[in-house]
Structures are given as C-alpha cells and as structure tokens.
C-alpha cells in the first residue's frame, strides 16, 4: 500500500550539472509526474530519486532514467520524481522539459 | 513555464498553479514560500499509497500589484482536484497571517502612506473542498482558513479569483463566497454540491451533470455575475484577471468592503430575500431568473462573448451601496 521508493546512482564520465541552482517542473496530475533537480556536490555524480505508486516497473523505471542520465552526462546533479502512474513515454518526455527548463537562461524579470 | 509576458496572452484555465500565482502580480514581483525545493509533502498520503507532491497542490508566495504587497495562493486543480489536505490548508492559513503581520508592519513604518501600500490576499481557487484522505485535517484546515478571514475582516482585502478548470466546489465553495471580492470568467464556477454529486444524489432528473450548458448556466460566471455572487466578470486570459486586480487595488478600502455579499445581518437578510425569490419565482432554469432581472432574451446571453455580455446584461439590483 504504501508509495514505492526507488534509488538510482550513476556515475559518468565528464558530467555535466544544470545552469541552474534548482529548478522544478511539472504537476502531480493523474497520469503526470513533477520532477526537481538541484545541483549537488556529489563527486560527479548522479542520484535519482522516484516516489511512485506504481508497484513491479522497477526495471522500467530504471531503464527510462538510466538511459536519461547516461544520454545527457548529467553529474552532480539530484533529480526527485513524485510520479502519479505516468507512462514511460510521459516519464521521458518530462525529464527533457525539466531538463531544458534548468538550462534555461533567466532573462531580466523573470 | 512561460515567461511573465507569455503567461499574460495564456488561456487562465490553462495555465497550472504556479504559472497563477506568478502570472497574477506584477512582473519579476513573486516569490514563492515553501516552495516545491522545500520538500513538503502531505505526510498522509503516502501510508495510503497515494502519490504525493512537493507543494502538496498549492502555491503560496508574495508578489506586488503597485505599491501594495500581494500574498497569492493558487491552489492546483490537477493534483487530487486542488483538495485540500493538511499541508495545503497550513500554507493558505499562513499565507493570510503573513499578510495581517504585513499589515501591522506597513502601518509602522508608514503612518500616513499606509492605505496604498495596504497588503491584499488573492486566493486562486481551483478545488473541490476537503481532501477526504485527510478528512479532518482537511476539515480543520477550511475552519482555520474562515477563522483568518475573519482576522482580516477591516483590515485588508480578500480577492477570489475564479477561473479554472475544477471551479471553486465543496467547503472551499462557502471559502470562496466568504471573501471580499470575487472576480470570475465565464468558464469559472463556483458552487457548493458539484454537478456530479448532485446528480449522484438527487437523481438525473434534479441536474443532469453530463449537461454542459446547464452546469455552466447554473454555477457559471455569467450567472454568477447577474446574481452578484461574482462581482466582475472577466476574460479568460491571466491578463484579464490581473487587470482586474490592479483596478480593486486603486478603490479605497472601504469602496472594496461593499463588494461583500455575507458578513453583516443586513447582509444576511439580503441573502433571506434571495431565497424567498427562489420559492416564490418557481424558476426551473437560471435563465428564468436572468429573465426577472430584466434581460428579455436570456438564451442569447448564454453564447455571447465576454466583452458583449457585459454590455447587455442586466443584474440583480443590490439594497446595500
């Protein structure tokens, strides 16, 4: 019953982090997921964090992130999923939002 | 999310919680206050295997509007239909004693300037009232809420803003109506028993919620507006609403008081009045009562455009100023 806590930690070579120091995208909507990343002195590093009540697509799950971390050289870098049943398909799609999102230069007013 | 200037052209019940509250003050003016970085989630949800989220679906911060402090919240339709649970109720409940500790505060420091730059609260309402995973917390959090409302009652202005997909429904319903101002759009509702459960209850026959005219027509803006429940009617863009925020915070405090529909026995006998007309007209249709207060064709009010509405429609005369 209670909510499926998965844990990821990668390691890459010539990571790269976020422009930003955090940045948050996304609504906890049905079928949707919001997703923070924070840059963290993690030696180069990676850690990934999904709260889901989705229960037995713990493989799923890693390969979407994994292949999303490892695709991107993400490094020193904390990425938090609070998922509500999403697809793959939406999983992946919104961590390239959020990862645009943090590399997004703030212009003046924003 | 869009930027300040995008969000401004963007539909209001497209635009998500976050994009509300940054959209509804002035630009580069809002911070957020516990924000999603904070990690507060609902410590209920999870034993019952419900997803949680870092803003546990509300958005509370402060921005500007001119020269007067805003304290915004913007609740998220999306995430359990904006219901509210403990933590969301607690950050609307503080949102408000920030803006009377504000309060406190400009008067001090500026003694004879202080009515513009008096703080005001904008809720954005987007809910269907108590979270019922949380129910008594959810039930409190309404009670704590009302209780603030009444601190504020005298001092500074309550705005609802109404335009989103849920509507304003359920506990939050008698929230949203205890307010000072309530500034709709036409795709805003506001009610206390939603469409749904009416239908669940009383039958088909009694409303039938798969009906979108008749949903609309009965706990829509534009009836809200003739009744005087909502006291402007805007477009549904963020610049609508927000334009007419910057117009409530040029009135005087005491012009803003009037706009008040409960909150006084006259007040509550002007509401008794309402009822009495509701047994007495025998209306089986809102527009039936559009046609009391004078607008000859109601089915052509239905289909008009924002800007022609208001032209034409004819509202319920108020007794009080």
């Given at each position: 019953m209670a909510l499926n806590e998965l844990n990821f930690k990668y390691k890459v070579e010539n990571p790269q982090s976020i422009a930003k120091e955090y940045s948050h995208l996304g609504v906890v909507g049905s079928g949707d997921l919001e997703v923070l990343m924070e840059k963290k002195d993690f030696g180069g590093g990676a850690e990934v964090k999904v709260v889901t009540?989705?229960?037995?697509f713990d493989k799923v799950w890693e390969m979407v992130v994994t292949k999303f971390v490892k695709g991107n050289n993400l490094g020193d870098l904390l990425i938090e999923i609070n998922d509500n049943n999403a697809t793959p398909v939406v999983v992946s799609m919104r961590l390239r939002q959020a990862l645009a999102e943090a590399n997004k230069i703030e212009k003046g007013g924003e | 999310m869009l930027s300040w200037d995008e969000l401004q052209k963007a539909k209001f019940t497209e635009a998500n919680a976050r994009e509300r509250a940054f959209g509804?003050?002035?630009?580069?003016?809002f911070t957020e206050f516990v924000?999603?970085?904070?990690?507060?989630?609902?410590?209920?949800?999870p034993v019952l295997g419900e997803a949680i989220g870092y803003d546990d679906g509300v958005v509370t911060g402060i921005g500007l509007i001119g020269k007067r402090p805003v304290f915004v919240v913007s609740q998220e339709g999306r995430f359990i239909g904006g219901a509210v649970g403990e933590v969301h109720g607690a950050k609307m409940v503080q949102a408000i004693k920030l803006a009377l500790k504000a309060y406190e505060d400009v008067k001090v420091k500026?003694?004879?300037?202080?009515e513009e730059r008096l703080p005001a609260v904008v809720i954005s309402f987007e809910t269907g009232g108590v979270r019922l995973h949380e129910s008594n917390a959810g039930l409190l959090a309404h009670a704590e809420v009302m209780d603030q409302f009444q601190d504020a009652r005298g001092k500074i202005p309550i705005i609802a803003v109404i335009g989103s997909k849920i509507g304003c429904f359920g506990g939050m319903g008698f929230v949203g109506a205890a307010t000072d101002v309530i500034i709709m759009s036409e795709q805003g509702r506001l009610g206390l028993t939603g469409p749904e459960v009416i239908e669940q209850e009383m039958g088909k026959d009694e409303f039938?919620?798969?009906?979108k005219a008749l949903v609309f027509r009965t706990t829509g803006g534009k009836h809200k507006y003739i009744m005087q429940d909502a006291n402007f009617l805007v477009e549904d863009s963020v610049a609508g609403f927000y334009q007419q925020l910057q117009e409530v915070m040029k009135l005087p405090f005491a012009e803003i008081e009037k706009?008040?529909?409960?909150?006084?026995k006259k007040l509550v006998e002007e509401q008794l009045e309402l009822v009495k007309l509701a047994v007495g007209l025998?209306?089986?249709?809102s527009m039936d009562v559009w046609k009391y207060y004078g607008?000859?064709?109601?089915?052509?009010?239905?289909?008009?455009?924002p800007d022609e509405f208001l032209k034409v429609a004819k509202r319920r005369e108020r007794k009080l100023g």
């Open positions: 009540p989705v229960t037995g | 509804l003050v002035d630009k580069g003016t924000s999603p970085r904070d990690r507060m989630p609902s410590p209920h949800l500026y003694p004879d300037s202080y039938d919620a798969s009906n706009f008040r529909r409960i909150g006084s025998g209306a089986k249709d607008n000859e064709d109601p089915a052509k009010l239905v289909d008009m455009g």
